[in-house]
């Protein structure tokens, strides 16, 4: 069974998580995607710097 979204080297800052995997192409993808309830913060980066640092910088709206 293929698992297209298997990430690697997943990190946690704050509520967010950041995880890096191979697309379709080969490529690196780095995405940060927040772990809150009601929040659906999740989004994709082409550098793992930009992914982290959208981490850092996320706030959540719901509390
Ligand atoms: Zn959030």
Redesign the pocket.
Known sequence: MARPNHFRDVIRIG??RVGSRSDVRGRQKHTAA???PR???SADYDSRAAAELAART?????N
């Open positions: 509520p967010v927040c772990t809150a929040c659906g913060f996320h706030t959540c709206t719901t």
